[in-house]
């Protein structure tokens, strides 16, 4: 499982660099439970250095408690740090486009005008997103497992703080 997610998701980060998506921070939040304690060494080592990860103190409040979420979300940020989309099972499994879309989203759109934070050559690599996505065809949607009963759908959240 270590080695199937943490493939997977350095391939989805060497893709949106090589499509010109740089300075993307990836961090993966590891369990809070016992049994992810005593994993964490291969959790860490399963992913590449440049993916965080995160170790949760057995003493501290939960972060999936504290951020409305489950263990396997992903929860996609602008670089403003809001909350963008929070994704849950099915659409969190990275052998779907919604995760690889969402974090496309997010960097390509300035909602807020002019920003400081935005990449300097970001508008070609947003550009050539654009395109492609309008030139392929509609995915179809995954039917719910019925296991997690949240976000069956993808939430985009607008929280401005």
């Not at 809070?32 to 992913?47: A, C, D, I, M, P």
């Amino acid at each position: 499982c270590f080695f199937t997610f943490s493939t997977r998701l350095e391939d989805l980060r060497v893709k949106l660099e090589n499509e010109g998506l740089v300075n993307i921070s990836y961090v993966v939040v590891n369990h809070q439970g016992t049994s992810s304690q005593r994993k964490f060494h291969l959790l860490k080592e399963s992913v590449s250095d440049y993916i965080t990860v995160y170790q949760q103190d057995e003493q501290q409040d939960d972060v999936w408690t504290t951020l409305n979420g489950n263990k396997d979300d992903f929860l996609i940020y602008d670089r403003c740090g809001r909350l963008v989309y929070h994704l849950g099972l099915p659409y969190s499994f990275l052998s779907f486009r919604y995760v690889e879309d969402a974090i496309k989203i997010a960097y390509c759109e300035n909602k807020c005008g002019n920003c400081s934070y935005t990449e300097p050559d970001i508008d070609g690599a947003c550009e050539n997103i654009t395109k492609q996505a309008d030139e392929e065809p509609t995915e179809i949607e995954p039917k719910p497992t019925g296991q997690h009963s949240h976000h069956h759908h993808p939430h985009r959240h607008r929280h401005h703080h």
